[in-house]
């Protein structure tokens, strides 16, 4: 199904690391990009990483650094591979996939919550 999948949030300590992934079946010809979003309680969903089919990211400025997005387009699976992670990095994380039609699939969503 093109509607992503995400998996691998969890709860970490300070300073630990995770790695989410976003599993879609959406096909590389219609594939435009993947991105990671957060919603932290309380607060609008955020952008976290972005990836673009040519390979070009961008970043949160408060994850830069600290959080790494790749794709591999085989597998057709994305990553978040976050280290370093602080309490503030806490809240539901967000998979959304984008066509070449402007068509945006979003994920259920999973937790991360980070204990200081």
């Known amino acids: 199904q093109v509607q992503p999948v995400e998996s691998g949030g969890g709860l970490v300590q300070d300073g630990e690391s995770l790695r989410l992934t976003c599993a879609s079946s959406i096909s590389s010809f219609i594939f435009n990009a993947m991105g990671w979003y957060r919603q932290a309680p309380g607060k609008q969903r955020e952008l976290v990483a972005r990836?673009?089919?040519?390979?070009?990211?961008n970043y949160a400025d408060s994850v830069k650094g600290r959080f790494t997005i790749s794709r591999d387009n085989t597998r057709k699976t994305g990553f978040l591979q976050m280290n370093s992670l602080k309490p503030e990095d806490t809240g539901v994380y967000y998979c959304k996939i984008e066509d070449q039609l402007g068509n945006n699939y979003w994920g259920q969503g999973t937790q991360v919550i980070v204990s200081s």
């Open positions: 990836m673009t089919r040519n390979g070009s990211t």
